[in-house]
């Protein structure tokens, strides 16, 4: 855990008190053997889930603290909001949408690990809303369905921009 896509932390910054809180807030996550076998699934093509849960984490971390709004809760929850240990939708242990039932799965296990609040449930549950689950029942929830469209986007954009000087370059050759 030592950097967010799309920003400047880099969480080895000593006198960074954001993100020393941040590493207290989410520790026990991040050093549970179960949780860190996210790191070996691809997410939104070009990172790992392990990384999108950092990055959403992060960010929905920063919003909650400027709205004064639990963040500790946000940051957990978000830490888990994708804490599901397969690859591709039909490997699901499930049947249903991958939108509706990944976001079941995630719950389990976070509850399986990890002590689980009210707002850490519905951020989990409802992460998917408005394409599956339901609509989020608290602000905190409703963060973590943007944050998690935006990471998403930013992961996936971050490596087309990479791309496109080699797209380009062999376009004209």
């Not at 008190?17 to 076998?37: C, G, H, P, T, W």
């Not at 049947?95 to 707002?119: C, M, T, W």
């Amino acid at each position: 855990m030592t950097k967010v896509i799309g920003s400047r932390h880099t969480f080895l910054e000593a006198d960074d008190e954001l993100a020393l809180d941040f590493i207290r807030i989410v520790s026990d996550i991040v050093q549970n053997s179960e949780y860190r076998k996210l790191r070996n699934f691809t997410h939104h093509m070009y990172t790992t889930r392990y990384q999108h849960c950092l990055n959403v984490a992060w960010y929905s971390y920063l919003i909650a603290r400027k709205r004064h709004l639990d963040y500790v809760s946000i940051a957990r929850g978000a830490m888990l909001h994708d804490f599901y240990l397969y690859d591709r939708p039909s490997d699901a242990p499930i049947a249903g949408r991958h939108s509706d039932i990944h976001p079941q799965i995630a719950l389990a296990n976070a509850e399986k690990y990890f002590a689980v609040n009210d707002i850490m449930r519905d951020v989990i549950e409802n992460h998917m809303w408005p394409t599956g689950c339901e609509r989020p029942k608290t602000e905190e929830g409703f963060i973590i369905t943007l944050t998690d469209k935006y990471c998403a986007t930013l992961e996936w954009s971050s490596h087309q921009i990479m791309v496109i000087p080699h797209l380009i370059g062999s376009a004209i050759n």
